[in-house]
């Protein structure tokens, strides 16, 4: 991989990390404390923010995994091992690096 490519990839990844950090900032007030005043809203009304909270949750959750991803493949680009598979040590095609920039394996090693 050559220089170009680490600029536009570094690029890439930072871009997405700041993605992430705007839907975890719009996402907070979903994942609040659920009131359960029966006089302020319906049991229903109840469930419904419950379901919409676990679900703002699992949304804030996978966040952080591809955040915790993007973060380790700016690792593996300052020690120069970036675009080479974990596994196999082999090229990573530069389209799956594309799609998705923190992929570790290729997709010999991915699949199999």
Do not use: W
Request: hydrophobic share 35%; with cysteine.
């Amino acid at each position: 991989m050559n220089g170009s490519d680490t600029t536009f990839f570094q690029s890439l990844i930072r871009s997405r990390l700041d993605e992430i950090a705007t839907e975890n900032q719009l996402g907070q007030a979903a994942q609040a404390v659920v009131q359960l005043d029966q006089q302020a809203v319906g049991r229903l009304s109840r469930m419904d923010a419950l379901q919409n909270q676990a679900m703002a949750k699992a949304q804030q959750s996978r966040r952080d995994v591809n955040a915790r991803r993007l973060t380790a493949a700016l690792s593996r680009i300052d020690e120069d091992e970036y675009g080479y598979c974990e596994d196999c040590g082999e090229d990573i095609a530069r389209k799956r690096l594309e799609l998705d920039p923190a992929a570790s394996k290729c997709i010999s090693c991915a699949s199999g």
